[in-house]
């Protein structure tokens, strides 16, 4: 269901409770007020007959001759019905007030107002002429020209309530298509980010919640923007260093048993030619050195492959090879390692790999976008809190602040492998480019 059809359900609901609300009070209200009336016409009209008939010792004088005591006279009562009967019990006369012109409300509407309070009881008066009773006058109370009045009234307020429930439903309407342009622009953008379109904006409205929704939209459209960069960057990055890795692997093939396997067909060839036992044992040595030189080649590509380096050496010493090679390739900038062999100790062997290739990263783009004339690499184990923390510092521009590359793809392959191994990664661009790893133990 749509916010504007819950919006329009629950203001119609809240309404419709008042108006029930108010229609009761009224009806309670309207049958308090009837009540007394009517006893109050009620006690007038016994006042009236017990005075003016009953306890008048000469009403026979004015009684009429077919017994009537004028009661039909007394029609302009409105709340009563007066009859008068003989001692036979047949009516003699009554009042008649039900005029034509109104028309009684429906029986429910009576039925829920004469539930609100106690019934009204008839009232009966003897007439007696010269002590013997000549017969009696019943009160009936009659509200229903007031309940009928009431009906009215509130048939007018019904209308005026249904016509005020409208106007209101067309002002939230109004209201409603006016505000919710705004989420219509939220959920477009939704829907563009959904597209791949990271360059949608949502522009500001006069409505704080809705601008403070669309500036954080805005802010992650941003970040999704960047990310989305960097993952094309690495993407293209991976395919650069697949491409490399695989050139390297055809080289180191075509060199190392390429030519090997010339050799050894050439040997193979000439042990088939030959009839001399000299020069076949010759060659048949030459085919047993040649194939070892192709496995120790073949276990050298692969160790180069899989770091197997790290196996057969060892963790520290792989570290302190890599650093040593790294020196020697670059004898002008000055080099200082320090390596804490507790920290060694706590380092996983599924992390090792992981900081061999950071450390891989941060050298060659060392190399590659600074100018440094000192690198420092420190890995200590910090007792208090018994975490690793490693740190790469050079004092050259630093990694990755080249003018075409902002970003550092070196940066970012170092964070994606610091994420894996469930580290943290600071990095400092001031005096000192320096990259600090935390490892939690």
Do not use: C
Request: net charge positive; aromatic share 8%.
């Amino acid at each position: 269901m749509s916010l504007k059809s819950q919006l329009l359900i629950y203001i119609n609901s809240l309404l419709l409770i008042a108006t029930l609300i108010g229609l009761m009070t009224i009806m309670m209200v309207t049958q308090k007020n009837v009540r007394e009336e009517v006893l109050s016409t009620m006690s007038l009209a016994e006042f009236a007959i017990e005075q003016g008939v009953k306890k008048n010792p000469d009403f026979y004088l004015f009684q009429r001759d077919n017994n009537e005591l004028g009661i039909s006279e007394l029609s302009g009562i409105r709340h009563l019905k007066i009859q008068f009967f003989d001692r036979n019990d047949v009516l003699l006369e009554e009042t008649l007030n039900t005029p034509d012109e109104i028309k009684p409300p429906p029986s429910w509407f009576i039925n829920i107002i004469e539930s609100l309070s106690d019934k009204i009881f008839f009232s009966k008066i003897n007439i007696d002429q010269r002590g013997e009773l000549t017969g009696y006058v019943l009160i009936k109370p009659e509200p229903i020209f007031e309940y009928a009045e009431i009906w009215q009234q509130i048939k007018v307020g019904l209308w005026i309530i249904v016509s005020f429930l409208v106007l209101i439903n067309f002002v939230v309407l109004l209201l409603f298509s006016h505000m919710i342009k705004p989420i219509n622009k939220i959920i477009e953008g939704f829907e563009k980010l959904e597209a791949g379109n990271f360059k949608s904006k949502i522009r500001k409205s006069n409505i704080l919640e809705l601008d403070i929704i669309g500036k954080k939209f805005n802010s992650m459209i941003d970040n999704l923007r960047q990310s989305n960069n960097k993952i094309h960057k690495l993407s293209q990055n991976l395919i650069d260093v697949q491409e490399q890795e695989k050139s390297e692997l055809a080289r180191d093939l075509h060199d190392e048993l390429g030519q090997s396997l010339t050799a050894l067909q050439a040997e193979a060839a000439s042990i088939s030619k030959t009839t001399k036992k000299k020069s076949r044992d010759e060659a048949i040595f030459n085919v047993i050195k040649l194939s070892k030189n192709m496995m120790l080649s073949t276990r050298e590509i692969i160790k180069k492959l899989n770091l197997g380096l790290i196996e057969d050496l060892g963790f520290e010493s792989a570290l302190i090879e890599l650093f040593e090679n790294w020196k020697r390739r670059f004898k002008g900038v000055k080099f200082e390692y320090s390596i804490d062999e507790k920290a060694i100790k706590k380092i996983t062997k599924k992390k090792t790999a992981h900081l061999y290739r950071i450390f891989q990263e941060a050298l060659t783009n060392i190399a590659k976008h600074s100018s440094p004339k000192k690198i420092k690499i420190v890995i200590k184990y910090i007792d208090n809190s018994n975490r690793v923390r490693i740190l790469i510092s050079n004092d050259g521009i630093g990694i990755g602040n080249d003018s075409s590359n902002q970003d550092g793809l070196g940066l970012i392959g170092i964070k994606e492998r610091v994420d894996q191994i469930q580290g943290t990664l600071e990095i400092s661009k001031k005096k000192l480019f320096k990259i600090n790893i935390n490892l939690s133990n």
